[in-house]
């Protein structure tokens, strides 16, 4: 989680609980993005960029109750801004094209997806031997080469395409006898 992530949620969380002090300080950190995430998008001269900050921060106050305190802050924020920004845009008829590189800030990674994922490929992997396991770990997970997998694993290239095939036959063979259930 990103440092901004966690003193959002936090302040989210304090605010929840009834700490006036906090939700200023969440209301002013937030405003302060919600500005640059608009201006962006809209173009430093939009004078409807910050229309659309106080309707997002009212969105978010009206919607606070509904904030899943498990979750991240950020996505759940974002997500009403995108949304004022979709209607504003809509009534506007403008269309705008952004790209999602320029959103990758406001998304806050789900850690937890990722290592439930990583998780599930641990567990599949430790059903195979080491050698099949290791080579596909290198080749199909961290996208090494054949030629640096083998070298890393003291084996030839070819040997390594073999543990490689012969692993996922393996796990192909235990998906179809439904050994690989998600409760395994």
Known sequence: MSEVESRLKDLMLLSLGGDGMAYRELLSKLSVRLRAYYRRRLGQGCSDAEDLVQETLIAIHARRATFDRTQLFTPWAYAMARYKL???????????AVSMDDCEEFCAMDETEQ???????????????????????????EGRSIADAAQRTGKSAAATKVSIHRGLLRLARLQAAGALDADD
């Open 86 to 96: 979709v209607d504003y845009l809509r009534r506007s008829r403008v269309r705008a």
């Open 115 to 141: 290592a439930a994922a990583s998780r599930d490929v641990d567990s599949l992997l430790s059903r195979l031997p080491n050698a099949m396991s290791e080579a596909i770990r290198l080749t199909r997970i």
